[in-house]
């Protein structure tokens, strides 16, 4: 019994000095990261999978580097034996939100079927990875989808004007979808005050640098277009449980 006993202290000692010896390395490492790198706020300082190697969450991105934060790697890591993106699955982490603060008067809602699933969508209406989304949302049912009009002038000068236009047409997501599916421009839209600039406000406090991003139920992020309808389906669903 007493063998057992200083067994299991010695075990414990142990334990207590690795996770004492990683608190310390990642202090160094994010002291040393700040003096290296002063104009890059780090979030979060983690060990990774990888001997030596820890993740750094900054500016909405992972970097991943040692305790001395000399030389960075940027990248994804992957599992590959168990098919995982590392990766792909801390950002979607890092970038969840509480949906209940979303507001919602600031977008425009659709409901397809029984609409028990929700999904809430930042889109720029000249973006043609936003085009494809839609493409893809024809063929999703019972969804809910809260569409916040974000357009992003650096890259699509026009898309502004034509949010305006969408958003102040008697029925906004015919308008919308009239666009982005069939290329047709909003037409006889009346001058209204629209939300499109709280958006783009949000869309910063948010840290949305791109467009389509999204929001599902549980807050999870997803960043860019699903590959198709089928995706979207599993995400919606795996959300709802």
Known sequence: MKIMIK???SVLSLSLLSVQSLHADSKTLEQNFKQNYPDIP???VSPS???GIYEVYAAGKIIYTDE???YLFFGNLLDVKNKKNLTEERLAEFGKIDVKQLPLEQAIKYVKGNGKRILYVFSDPDCPYCQKLEQHMTSVDNVTVYLFLFPLKKLHPQAEAVANKIWCSK???EAWEDYMLHRKAPKNAAQCETPIQKNLA???KLQIDGTPTLFLQNGMRLSGSP???EQIEQLLQEASR
């Open 7 to 9: 067994t299991w202290l």
């Open 49 to 51: 999978p990888l001997p």
């Open 68 to 70: 001395t934060a000399k």
């Open 42 to 44: 780090v979030k979060s």
């Open 202 to 204: 949000l869309g910063q």
């Open 227 to 229: 590959q198709n309808a």
């Open 171 to 173: 029925n906004p997501y």
